[in-house]
């Protein structure tokens, strides 16, 4: 009877992967190389659906990979570079055994390249894949581009870094591209906004970096070298968007602006031309026309207003900053090169300084502390400088990236600047009043409470009552007949209408299938735990609120 | 030659005195060895002794400074005269003095010249030195040489003079304290020095002080030496006229030479066979940069389907801000807990921190650790598509009949009989709807008036009631009872003349002679004397005992249950006309926990455990099983109609079965949080009751339709509270009013409650 046994594991989705040592020896590269050869080329491991059939029955945890993304890597012609460098290697070692110099000497120069050009394209084959994987590759040349020349890497590299972040940062300024800041302990946030796309990075403190002893750094350089490619080929497309010189000259700065070559006839936004559409899609329109007008008046923030930095804050993250809104910025020039304007410029508005106290102070300028810029990027508006003055106790620092839904905790800060946004002006500020006037509510609060209380303390003993009666007849006792006068008891009818549909719904729960109700006992405990996170932060931030009016009050006295 | 040689020197004057450094340097090097003896037979020439350390230290020092002296010292001495001597002098000075290194220069001329160092030449030089010097007066010269001089400490002379004859040591007994005072008076005492060789004191002279001093400095001794004298250009880019050697050129450079030849055949050897490769020209074209996606064109094809792009790393939140709003900092207890937490488990990888100021802001020590983790993850972590379930939850709720549209079902508590003293095991309600029934743990029977709550009746049975079940023929008014292995008839005429009259005859009829053998163990007899007037007529005794009664639609017959798992005598059926008994079942098919009659057909519901199984009396066979799927069934209900059956279990499910669809259940409807202990139908309403161990009677809505094709409604609309839950159990049994839309339920608590 019929045909050769089925083997197992020969179809399926067994076919489909391919372990790792299995790749490698397929390729014929070492552990290293290959390694290599999946950063470059973005090939990463897959977790098959059912692990156990494509691992033919066992359990031992493997890692699998494609098999087309394998036998994909098969003709890259960078397999041969990295043989050829292999061989160089071997060549060096030999000629310096025998010390043939002049051989050395020649292998050197012949030693061979590559170039990641035809990976980059292959990766992204459009302009905008790139921008999309950008993010990573900024906060890894930010990175390298604070390291100190200690021979964790090329030096090279590091300047090669630090040239492609500093025109990055020229062309985000040009562009006026910024969005969002963000001062978090571990670095400074940025998120632009490039051709449609948000992209965001993380820059580190200027601080010396103290080596950890546990990272292979030539996994970062690897990476770093394909993120330089990248970097320096989305750098040249968007100079050339703006039709700007790439590579531009001494800009390290950040002082001298780009956007001098770019004619302001640009800057005139073309009229969007506006297109009949039903009824639902204006709406979308309506506000997607409130967002680019806000968009545009954000970008004018600082439009106007002069600043200028005291050596001790972050010099180029401000710069960049305070030019990305369209200020004017200037530094002591022993700080660093490119300073515009002295400190005794008359037509300063601002003085950033990080100090409790200014030692000279001009008179026509404010001195406040440099969180009052992020702040303002953040809020779009220009918020009030008194919070922000020398020597202040600095009002929280949040986060432009966190997008409250209903329900979430909002800090009563976010809620304050939201209404600042609107227009609406903030209260008269004067501590006394509104001391007494939040005793007073304070004092009706308690009276409410009370009222409260006693209502409740009725309902309480009427209740009470009643189980006594109950309980008196259970037993048989001959109940105190005693007549008294009846209550009209108020029924809300709208409470009613309530409670009758919250019976409605625990009913149809109850009628749920298992799998519908697992789903959605999971929702439900999610929505539970929000709910829960969030009035503990209320309840201690009402602590916080309450331990520092009192102690405020105890200083007064 | 002195001429040309004087204008290089005014050329490049920094030139020349590198290499008469270099070239002093060299002398100095290869002089010292041999001139050690004589320079330290200088300095003795010289007035000054040393302490020991000095002079071994000297020795080099000296060497280097003979070693300089030959090669002028104008410079040096130039600034002493300026120092020291008016500006007239200086002219005169430095005319004499411009000879010398004139005639030094000339000597090194022939020195390089020649290649040999002329020794003797520098001999000659020193001794002319010598010649000028002054200092050996008051010489007393030992003779012994460089020997260490405590070779003389045994012996009263150290060493003999130039005439041979002994040199004795001074008479001293210094001691320290001699010393000290010496030191504290004489004036000289800081240029004193001991000499060993002689054994005496020698008070150096000033010159010889300012030699000490500018030795220690690092200077010349000599003070009119020049350190920067320019020197010749002696090869030099100007064509001289003569040749600077007279030998004549070699025959070798006028022939090829043949190594070369070699060397170049075998190069262009290697060249031809592709060993050696010209030189790579350097690849402009990397690191530079240039429009990559110029041409945007689609030929290069997209990653395959199976292209899972790397999610981007979270944004950051509140917490992570250097200066976040309070509410968001670690209380104390945050803070343990998250140090206890392994790393994997926390919520947030850092602690929340505020600074006052942006100033104090430290640099984070883990960014790199973060950024390789990133990178780890990028090129290493298997990558999975994961459907993410966006539902609103509200679409999972199942969109039900209002129960508003259901009505009539009972919603209320409206009535609570009081009276028993233990838990009312068992309920039901007469068939005109007038009275109900109930049978406790206390040993009695209570009749109870629906409307009024009235207790009626009390029958003291004396033992505890396991189940109670009224006639449903109405035209007879008999109460079955269940106790211990006794079933009982009760008579509580409570109806009209007629009716009592009829349940009279029923109960008067005549057992048959032959039959008695048929149920075997089964008695029938009548009751006298207190237990008559109680309106107990008969008393049929079983032999086991019984769970539950269960009367037929029709009145005449009574099954009766006594679970029990090894015997087959567990279901009996008695026809109360003719006083009849008999075992239906020939086999035991596990433990009966219930049974029921079918309301119009004759068939026969027995569910055990884990089953229930319809009997068709007729025919005398099974006809079906129902899976029940439930660990252990407790209760039965069988709808009216008769193709429907509701199973409860302990298990907290109520089974509701299909009998024309399929074994197993319809619908689960897990409802209750503890197990169920009745379940009911109404007579013509479309509801059902389960009462749960919970505390809580569920009134479900359940319509059945005529039509095959179409599934029974369920929709429950009512949960009903009001029992109190004592010793763990809640509602024991439930039961519909007959005509109403009522349900009566009793509890553990003593009570029996009814919804309207």
């Known amino acids: 009877m019929g045909g050769l046994q089925k083997k197992k594991y020969e179809r399926g989705s067994v076919t489909n992967y391919i372990t790792r040592n299995k790749a490698r020896k397929k390729l014929r590269l070492s552990l290293p190389d290959f390694r290599r050869l999946c950063i470059l080329k973005g090939i990463y491991p897959h977790e098959p659906k059912h692990k156990k059939k494509v691992n033919k029955g066992s359990t031992a945890p493997r890692t699998f990979y494609l098999i087309k993304d394998i036998r994909f890597l098969l003709h890259e012609p960078i397999v041969g570079k990295f043989r050829d460098y292999k061989v160089f290697v071997r060549k060096l070692k030999k000629a310096y055994g025998k010390t043939e110099w002049s051989a050395v000497e020649r292998l050197r120069e012949n030693k061979p390249t590559y170039k990641l050009d035809h990976i980059i394209k292959e990766r992204y084959p459009s302009f905008i894949d790139a921008l999309r994987d950008i993010d990573d590759a900024l906060c890894m040349c930010f990175l390298f581009s604070t390291f100190a020349r200690t021979g964790k890497c090329h030096v090279q590299t ?22 969002k800041v963000f001062i978090s302990i571990k670095g400074i946030y940025y998120q632009a906004e490039v051709m449609g796309q948000l992209i965001t990075w993380l820059v580190p403190y200027q601080f010396s970096h103290d080596h950890p002893t546990d990272v292979d750094y030539r996994v970062m350089a690897t990476f770093t070298e394909l993120y330089t490619t990248l970097l320096g080929f989305i750098n040249f497309r968007l100079y050339h968007s703006l039709n700007l010189l790439y590579p531009p000259k001494k800009l390290s700065a950040l002082s001298a602006s780009l956007a001098r070559m770019v004619s302001s006839a640009e800057e005139e936004e073309a009229q969007l031309d506006q297109f009949p559409v039903e009824g639902e899609d204006m709406e979308k329109l309506e506000a997607r026309e409130r967002e680019q007008k806000e968009q545009e008046a954000q970008k004018k923030l600082f439009d106007g207003l002069k600043f200028f930095l005291n050596r001790e804050v972050p010099r180029e993250s401000l710069a960049f900053v305070i030019r990305c809104f369209g200020g004017e910025v200037s530094w002591d020039k022993s700080v660093c090169i490119g300073s515009t304007y002295e400190v005794t410029e008359e037509t300063i508005t601002h003085h950033i300084v990080d100090r409790p106290n200014a030692s000279t102070q001009y008179i026509n300028r404010y001195y406040i502390q440099p969180q009052w810029v992020y702040d303002c990027i953040n809020a779009k508006i220009v918020l009030p400088v008194e919070d922000y003055f020398l020597g202040v106790t600095l009002p929280p620092h949040l986060s432009p990236f966190v997008e409250e839904k209903e329900g979430d905790y909002m800090p009563p800060e976010k809620v304050k600047i939201m209404a600042l946004q609107r227009g609406e002006k ?131 006295k | 030659m002195e001429e040309s040689s004087g204008n290089m020197r005014s050329s490049e004057p920094t030139a020349a005195m590198k290499k008469v450094r270099e070239k002093t340097a060299k002398k100095r090097s290869k002089e010292e060895e041999e001139e050690e003896e004589e320079q330290i037979f200088n300095f003795k020439d010289k007035p000054a002794g040393k302490e020991e350390e000095d002079e071994d230290l000297s020795d080099s020092e000296e060497s280097v400074f003979s070693g300089l002296e030959d090669s002028g010292s104008d410079s040096e001495e130039d600034e002493k005269e300026s120092d020291d001597n008016d500006d007239d002098d200086d002219d005169d000075v430095t005319a004499v003095e411009s000879k010398q290194p004139k005639q030094t220069e000339e000597e090194e001329e022939k020195e390089e010249v020649v290649g040999g160092v002329t020794e003797r030449e520098e001999e000659e030089k020193k001794e002319d030195e010598y010649e000028h010097d002054s200092s050996d007066e008051e010489d007393i010269r030992n003779t012994v040489g460089n020997i260490p001089m405590e070779w003389y400490k045994d012996f009263p002379h150290i060493g003999y003079n130039l005439d041979g004859k002994k040199i004795f040591k001074p008479i001293r007994n210094k001691d320290e304290l001699d010393d000290f005072l010496d030191k504290m008076e004489n004036p000289d005492y800081w240029r004193t020095v001991h000499d060993k060789q002689t054994g005496s004191d020698i008070v150096l002279s000033d010159e010889q002080v300012e030699l000490v001093n500018r030795l220690q400095k690092g200077q010349f001794g000599d003070v009119n030496f020049n350190e920067y004298q320019p020197s010749v250009e002696f090869f030099s880019s100007d064509v001289m006229i003569h040749p600077v050697t007279n030998r004549p050129a070699d025959k070798r450079s006028f022939i090829p030479s043949l190594i070369e030849k070699e060397k170049v055949s075998k190069l262009v050897h290697a060249i031809k066979m592709g060993w050696i490769k010209p030189r790579r020209v350097e690849d402009d074209t990397r690191g530079r940069f240039y429009d990559l996606w110029a041409g945007e064109d689609s030929s290069i094809l997209g990653r395959h389907k199976m292209h899972l792009p790397a999610p981007k790393i979270p944004l950051p939140g509140h917490q992570e801000s250097y200066n976040p709003p309070p509410e968001y900092l670690f209380t104390e207890e945050e803070l343990a807990l998250w140090e206890q937490q392994d790393a994997s488990d ?77 838990l009312v095991r068992s309920i039901s309600v007469s068939p005109s709807g007038q009275w109900l029934a109930s049978g406790s743990d206390d040993g009695s029977v209570r009749f109870w008036e629906v409307c009024s709550s009235r207790c009626m009746k009390t029958v003291q049975v004396g033992g505890a009631v396991k189940s109670v079940a009224w006639n449903p023929n109405p035209s007879v008014c008999l109460l079955a009872v269940a106790l211990e292995s006794v079933v009982l008839i009760l008579s509580p005429s409570l109806a009209d003349r007629q009716v009592v009259q009829s349940s009279e005859r029923l109960l008067s009829g005549q057992p048959e002679a032959d039959t008695s053998d048929a149920a075997g163990p089964v008695i029938w007899s009548d009751t006298e004397g207190e237990e008559l007037n109680q309106g107990i007529r008969l008393k049929i005794q079983h032999p086991k005992a019984v769970h539950q009664v269960a009367w037929h639609a029709k009145g005449d017959y009574l099954a009766s249950v006594m679970p029990d798992h090894s015997s087959h005598l567990q279901v009996l059926i008695h026809q109360l ?180």
């Open chain 2, 346 to 422: 926390r919520k947030l990888p850092f602690v929340p921190v505020k600074f006052s100021s942006l100033r104090q802001v430290p640099a984070f020590s883990r960014f790199i650790h973060e950024r390789f983790e990133r990178c780890l993850d990028l090129y290493l972590c298997p990558r999975q598509r994961k459907m993410r379930v966006n539902v609103n939850p509200e679409d999972l709720i199942p969109k039900l009949p209002k129960p508003k549209d259901l009505q009539p079902f009972p919603t209320t508590q409206s009535l609570v009989y009081r009276g028993h003293s233990g």
């Open chain 2, 577 to 756: 006309s003719r006083r009849r008994s008999q075992n239906p079942f020939r086999k035991n098919k596990g433990l009966v926990q219930c049974v029921s009659f079918h309301p119009v057909r004759p068939y026969f519901f027995v569910a055990t455990q884990r089953s229930v199984r319809i009997y068709n009396l007729v025919k005398q066979e099974m006809t079906k099983k129902l899976q029940a799927n439930s660990k252990w069934i407790s209760s039965m209900a069988v709808h009216p109609g008769g193709d429907h059956v509701i199973c409860g279990s302990y298990d907290c499910r109520l089974s509701w079965f299909d009998l024309d669809l399929s074994t197993k259940p319809y619908k689960m409807l897990r409802h209750h949080k503890k197990a169920v202990r009745g379940a009911a139908y109404h007579r013509s309403y479309p509801l059902f009751a389960s009462a749960s161990d919970d505390g809580s009677v569920i009134v479900c809505h359940g319509t059945v339709y005529n039509d095959l094709m179409q599934n029974p409604l369920i929709v429950p609309v009512k949960v009903l509270r009001g029992h109190v839950i004592t010793h763990d159990l809640g509602v024991l049994d439930v039961t519909f009013h007959p005509t109403q839309p009522w349900v009566f339920s009793s509890g553990a608590d003593a009570t029996i409650r009814l919804f309207t």
């Open chain 1, 158 to 179: 590091i300047q090669l870094c630090r040239r492609l972040t500093v025109e990055w940062m020229n062309y985000v300024v040009a562009a006026r591209a910024l969005r």
């Open chain 1, 426 to 556: 903030p209260e008269q500020e004067d501590e006394e009043e509104e001391d007494e006037d939040e005793d007073e509510e304070e004092e009706e609060d308690d009276n409410d409470d009370e009222e409260e209380d006693e209502e409740e303390d009725e309902e309480e003993s009427e209740e009470k009552n009643l189980k006594k009666m109950e309980k008196q007849r259970s037993q048989g006792k001959s109940l105190q007949v005693k007549v008294t006068p009846g209550k009209m008891k108020v029924e809300n009818p709208e409470r009613l209408e309530q409670e009758e549909k919250a019976e409605e719904k625990r009913l149809a729960i109850m009628m749920m299938k298992k799998k519908e109700k697992y789903l959605y006992d999971k929702i439900m405990f999610g929505k539970k735990r929000k709910i829960r996170e969030a009035n503990k932060l209320t309840a201690k931030r009402k602590a916080h609120d309450d331990a520092e009016k009192a102690n405020k009050k105890k200083t007064r």
